[in-house]
């Protein structure tokens, strides 16, 4: 990590607050700070932490990390330790030193040939550090032990695998949807817009936003594809009489709403 240069990151990595809608009650995500050089590790790591209920945002360097540590409110940071990285430490440091983030827990992935800052991170405060290549999973129990997280699968409420509004409900683990007692059958990206809606019961979506929340990051989707997908998960949601729908709001997307709302 270098404070000189920055990365191009995907336009959506930044849009990083989001909401889970759980019986009607919303449940911020945990946001991490990821402080990488490597576009691509980013994506890969943000992509873990989504699938297990975080969201994360993206930090280039020294100091665009230390900035938006005073702007946002982060529940862990995350730092990409590679072999001509020399700046993870300082930003540890620096975090550490300051009283609105001293408390943050920071976490080390340390790539192969990058072993000697072990001394330098662990003098700067760092509170855990693992050597790549690892497990995933140690580093999500690792969070979830610290930020005193629910695992996931212990409790569907608890643990944000559950989504419900009105009669309609989706069990992300199961990648099932029930409507008013009734299986709907969803294709994945159905499944993917649906979950997209339902985070946000109410709230109007644009094609933009439902593309990068339900297709591929690497996949070019054109804007009538999104209109043909919400008119396949209209027909399935009418089908199963849910009493849910999908309204479309002209020159701006869709929202998901009750009939009687």
Sequence with gaps: MSGLEEPRWPAHAADAVEANVVLGVALMKPLVLICSQDAEFYLFLSHILEVDGFVSEPAGGAKEALAKADEREFQAVVLDCGPTSLTGSAICARLKREPRTGGLPIIALIAPGAENQHLDLLKAGIDESFVRPMAPAKLLDY????????????NGIENNSWLSYGSLEMKLDAHRVCGNGHDIHLGPIEFNVLRHLLEAPGKVFSRDELIGG??????????????????????????????????TVRSAGYSLEKLDG
């Design 214 to 247: 339900a297709w591929p990051a690497n996949i070019h989707v054109g804007l009538r594809t999104v209109d043909v997908h919400i008119s396949r998960l209209r027909k399935a949601l009418e089908t199963a009489s849910t009493g849910i729908v999908i309204r």
């Design 143 to 154: 969070l979830r032990t610290r930020l005193a997280l629910p695992k996931p699968g212990s």
